[in-house]
């Protein structure tokens, strides 16, 4: 079955302790990318990773790091979480850029960082 | 930079209503336009999408949108709601420029029984 798996579902942390959510896909879709939605604000790109080894900024980099370093997967990596990167996360894949609007989206990560 | 709009926050309908959303992109170029949908405790999953052609597209379950481009608009409409239509809706912009694609902040539309 073709799906995008995000892991954790639901996380609870504390300001400032390292943590990384884990997106994984398994249709070989070179361009993935991560995304929050906050109440009233919609979806906001985070970083995106048009092939291996290449990620740019979306909308809302501060505070995140991402990787990709195969094709598969692109965790997203927050180094010193803060209150306000509380938020529902969204990672998505599509087969390239240039179809970069039929992404397949994972269930999705709900972080609360106190 | 492209942005979409969704004014309608919160909209609630009784079951056999009829239902438009609004939804308007600024953008001067060619943009393609996208209706999402996401289920209570789901992802998004594409309701229709516009890419050229008929300004009029239909997408699953009944849903359907116009493209206007002199109003920079992309309606969404339905003639007759569900209770299983409740759901948050996400207008979206597209264009080859960016290669991002933009959401606007979202409608919840509640459908009730």
């Known amino acids: 079955e073709a799906q995008v798996t995000q892991n954790p579902r639901y996380l609870i942390t504390v300001t400032g302790k390292k943590l990384t959510v884990t997106c994984s896909q398994n249709m070989n879709h070179e361009y993935m990318s991560w995304y929050r939605q906050d109440p009233g604000l919609g979806l906001r790109q985070i970083y995106y990773s048009m092939n291996v080894e290449v990620t740019d900024k979306g909308d809302v980099p501060e505070g995140y790091k991402v990787s990709r370093k195969e094709k598969r997967n692109f965790p997203l990596i927050l180094e010193s979480p803060s209150p306000n990167q509380t938020s529902l996360y969204f990672c998505?894949?599509?087969?390239?850029?240039?179809?970069?609007?039929?992404?397949?989206f994972g269930p999705g990560t709900r972080l609360t960082v106190t | 930079a492209q942005s979409v709009s969704q004014h309608n926050h919160h909209v609630i309908l009784s079951e056999a209503a009829s239902l438009e959303l609004g939804c308007n992109y600024s953008?001067?170029?060619?943009?393609?336009l996208f209706w999402y949908v996401q289920y209570p405790g789901q992802h998004l999953q594409l309701l229709l999408k516009?890419?050229?052609?008929?300004?009029l597209v239909k997408g699953i379950k009944g849903f359907e949108a116009e493209f206007i481009k002199s109003k920079f608009s992309f309606n969404l409409r339905k003639p007759s709601v569900q209770w299983s239509d409740t759901a948050e809706y996400f207008c979206a912009a597209y264009t080859g420029s960016a290669r991002q694609l933009t959401f606007g902040s979202g409608t919840q539309l509640t459908v009730l029984p």
């Open positions: 953008y001067g170029g060619t943009v393609n």
């Open positions: 516009y890419f050229s052609g008929d300004p």
């Open positions: 998505a894949s599509s087969l390239t850029s240039g179809n970069a609007y039929e992404q397949y």
